[in-house]
Structure formats: structure tokens, C-alpha cells
């Protein structure tokens, strides 16, 4: 045979303790590759409705009609459009068995950092009833860069 049994003894200890090395070693560095989710990603996009806000509601003496002023800030991302629903409501605090009456306006060509306005208008109010308006949802559109103007080729 050769080969004493003692000698293969010895040789089943190191693997062993060669495969806890590695085990100790590589582990850690496994887990930190499958926390981590493999390649960085970037943040997700900011919600629209932290963009705009209701400043100002009031029921037009003339029509009755309820109106809100609506204002958006563009965002760092480009240009781009806004379209916010507006909500109408006789109190703050929304009734789960009721449904508010809702409008949408279109707030276009918001630059970065820049604050443009719209006004969204309601229906019709009650006589001696103070209107609540808010922002009940938004969605931002970015503009699509213009491609440039073809040259004419004169001099």
C-alpha cells in the first residue's frame, strides 16, 4: 500500500482546514458582492406632486365657479410640462364616503429651477360655503430636446 493511514489522516485535516480558510475569506466578501445588488443605482425620480402646490382659492363672485391657483418649480432633471389634478372640497379632511370634485391644468415650458403658474377651475359652489383646494395628483413630462436647425450652407 504505501501510503500509512496516518499520512492520509493528516491530509484530511489540512483540506478541511483549508476549505474553513477559504470559507472565512471569501464569505465575507460574497455577502458584501449580493448586499450591495452588484452595480450602483441611481436614485429614482423624485414625485411631481413635490413640485406643485395650491397657493390661492376662491369662488369667482361672477360665475360661482371655484378656482385655485396652482404653482410648479421646475426641477434640475430639464424643462418640462405639468399636469396637476386639483381636488375640491368643502372641508380639508377628505370623506371616505364622498368623492371630491377634481379638475386638471396644464402648467407648460417650467424650466429648471423656475417657477411658473396655472389655475385650475372648479364647479359651481355653494352660497355660504368656503371651498378647500389642494393637490390630489401630478405628473411631470420632460421636454424632449429640440434637434438643431440643418445648415443652410451659405456663407
Known amino acids: 500500500m504505501g501510503v500509512s493511514v496516518s499520512a492520509l489522516k493528516w491530509q484530511g485535516w489540512l483540506v478541511g482546514l483549508v476549505t474553513i480558510a477559504g470559507l472565512l475569506v471569501f464569505a ?3 455577502l458584501y458582492v449580493w448586499a450591495s445588488g452588484g452595480a ?3 436614485a429614482p425620480p423624485r414625485a411631481a406632486v413635490q413640485d406643485v402646490r395650491v397657493t390661492g382659492c376662491r369662488v369667482d363672485p361672477a360665475s360661482r365657479r371655484v378656482t385655485a391657483a396652482v404653482e410648479a418649480t ?3 432633471e430639464g424643462a418640462g410640462a405639468y399636469v396637476v389634478t386639483v381636488e375640491f372640497r368643502d372641508r380639508a379632511e377628505a370623506d371616505p364616503g364622498r368623492r ?3 379638475a386638471l391644468v396644464r402648467i407648460p415650458g417650467v424650466a429648471p429651477g423656475a417657477t ?3 389655475e385650475a377651475v372648479g364647479p359651481v359652489w355653494p ?3 368656503v371651498p378647500w ?4 395628483g401630478a405628473e411631470f413630462t420632460q421636454a424632449t430636446p429640440s434637434a438643431p436647425a ?4 451659405l456663407p
Open 133 to 136: 383646494c389642494g393637490v390630489a
Open 100 to 102: 371630491a370634485a377634481q
Open 74 to 76: 421646475g426641477r434640475a
Open 28 to 30: 465575507p466578501l460574497g
Open 127 to 129: 352660497v355660504a360655503t
Open 116 to 118: 411658473e403658474y396655472g
Open 150 to 153: 440643418p445648415a443652410s450652407g
Open 40 to 42: 450602483p443605482q441611481e
